[in-house]
Every structure is written in C-alpha cells, then in structure tokens.
C-alpha cells in the first residue's frame, strides 16, 4: 500500500511539473510574441510609411519620432528593453528610412507637412492616446502634433530636440545664413550638412569615448544622405527649420498652459545641440524631470540602459497617476 501511494504521489508530482513547465512555456511564447519587432508599411496620405512596432495593442503607446538623419532605427535599442510593459509605435517620415521619398517637385518637405502624415499615420493605427518621444527632428514634428491635439499626449519624453533658443549655439550662425539667403549659401551648406565628417562627427560630438561607437552609424546615414534625390529634399527640409525656430514661442507658450508630464534625457556631448537647452525647459515645466547624461546627440548609442530605465520609470509613476 504504501508502495502503491508513492507510485502515485510521484506520478502526480511528475505530472505537476509538465503541466507548470507548459505553462510557463506557454508564458514566455507569448511574452516573446509580444516583444518582437514588426516591421510593416502602412499607406498614408497617398504615402507607404514604414513602421516598427511592438508590445501588446492595449498597453500603453509610446510614440517615437526619429531625427535627422536617422529612422526608426536609432530606437531598437528601446525595443530590445520596453516592449514587454509598453506598445512600442516608431514610424519613419516620408524622404527617411523605408518610407517612400517622393520628388520634391510635387511634395512639399516641410515640417508642417511631416507631421500632417505622422498625425494621419496615428490614425490609421488608430493611436488615440500616447506618450510622445522625441529626438533631433523628431521635436519640430511632435511639437505640432501635440499643439493640434494636446488631449492624445498623454507624456512627453524628450531627448536632444530643442524648442528654446538656449540649444542653437554658434554652430547655427551659417545656417541661419542659408535661411536668410538660401540661393547664395545653399551649396556651401551641401558641402558641409551631408559630408562623411559632419554625418560622423553628428554621433561622436565632444565624447571622450569614440572607442564606444559602432561607426556602421554613420557609415550607414551617409550611405542614406548619398542616395538619388536626398540631397535636394533634405535641403528643402533644413530650409523650412527657420519656421522652427519662428514657433519656438508658440511651442513655449502651449507647454506653459498645458503642463505635459515631461521627461528630458540630454546627451550633453551634443555638437548640434548646446546642453543649455536641457535646463531651458524648467522654465516652461517647472516638474519636468531633467537627467543630463555622458553621451552625444544620439544618446542611445552609448547609453541604451540608462536611458530606457529612466523611460520606464517616468511612464510609469506618470501613467499610473492619470
């Protein structure tokens, strides 16, 4: 009897294990489900815009707009670490990335433009409500989308994208030269903007660890910026940056009244951006959280865990207050 009872109570043991061990099989399946990547294509506008997306459709979005002259690339660093707790939503402007790039002849790159489509790409997913990240071009976009409709933002995630005068150092007096004279300026601005040693030294800036980069980044975007046609769209984009700098009060003015929840992550390495701008916000957003790290203008690049840590943590203390 007792033989027998052990038999049994093995048996059942046994038989507990396979069907934990399936369960958390089960489990991990769909969490790895949930945390891969999609790379998928949207029409928008007329327009295939290029997306990478994941987490589960119902946890909270994070939108994340790249900058120049990056795509929805520069965020996999992000994917790899938040795509379990978040719905990860990363779109490519049309002229970057795997989105279509149509003549400047017959499409308009402006900022006003670009986010026009990023607000019907939001849409067409059907994002109604978000977090918003924002890097380098990705604040001149995300900037408009959030002044049209400031009840979608949700938060405001902000990394080396200036909305002040404070991030505009001297490195910007010949650009603003080119505003001023854009037929008298534009080539020497071909020359310099697009070059190999700008598109590196755009990651690299003032860092004292040039050893920490994968120089596969810039080989890669200036690849990009040599390809038919880059050169006449992206001019004309740079172009329209003064109406940028022209909404600066305007976007100023709107952070005031709305008060987002706002994290800033600076890299204060930054050649483009002058690390003042990370400060600049507190006078606008008072609460905002700022963290100036040791890194460049592309601060995932040397700080992927930081940052995503901060991320995670400011959405969800904000997030779970809403």
Request: glycine share 6%.
């Amino acid at each position: 009897m007792l033989k027998l009872f052990s038999t049994v109570t093995l048996m059942c043991a046994l038989s507990a294990l396979m069907v934990g061990a399936a369960q958390a099989a089960e489990t991990e399946g769909h969490s790895m489900e949930r945390s891969s990547v999609a790379y998928r294509t949207v029409t928008v506008d007329g327009l295939n815009i290029f997306y990478r997306e994941a987490g589960r459709p119902d946890a909270p979005t994070l939108l994340m707009l790249h900058g120049f002259p990056s795509s929805s690339r520069m965020y996999d660093p992000l994917f790899a670490r938040l795509a379990e707790r978040y719905h990860l939503v990363a779109p490519d402007y049309p002229g970057f990335g795997h989105s279509d790039s149509p003549d400047p002849k017959t499409f308009a790159y402006t900022f006003d433009h670009l986010a026009a489509v990023m607000q019907d790409f939001t849409q067409t997913l059907g994002l109604q409500h978000y977090s918003l990240l924002v890097q380098d071009y990705g604040g001149p976009v995300g900037f408009r989308m959030a002044v049209a409709h400031p009840e979608r933002l949700q938060a405001l995630i902000v990394q080396n994208a200036v909305s002040h005068e404070d991030g505009l150092g001297p490195l910007w007096q010949k650009r603003r030269e080119f505003w001023a004279n854009r037929a008298a300026n534009e080539a020497g601005l071909r020359a310099s903007f697009f070059s190999f040693s700008t598109t590196r030294q755009r990651h690299i800036g003032s860092s004292p660890n040039i050893e920490h980069f994968n120089p596969d980044l810039w080989v890669d975007e200036f690849n990009f910026l040599n390809q038919p046609g880059q050169a006449d769209l992206q001019s004309d984009l740079f172009y329209d940056y003064r109406n940028n700098v022209a909404s600066y009060p305007k976007w100023q003015a709107w952070m005031r009244e709305h008060q987002p929840p706002t994290l800033v992550v600076w890299g204060k390495y930054d050649p483009s951006f002058d690390v003042a701008e990370a400060e600049a916000y507190r006078r606008d957003l008072p609460k905002a959280e700022i963290h100036v790290l040791e890194a460049g203008h592309f601060a995932l690049d040397e700080k992927p865990d930081e940052i995503a840590s901060l991320i995670d943590g400011f959405l969800h203390k904000t997030l779970s207050a809403q």
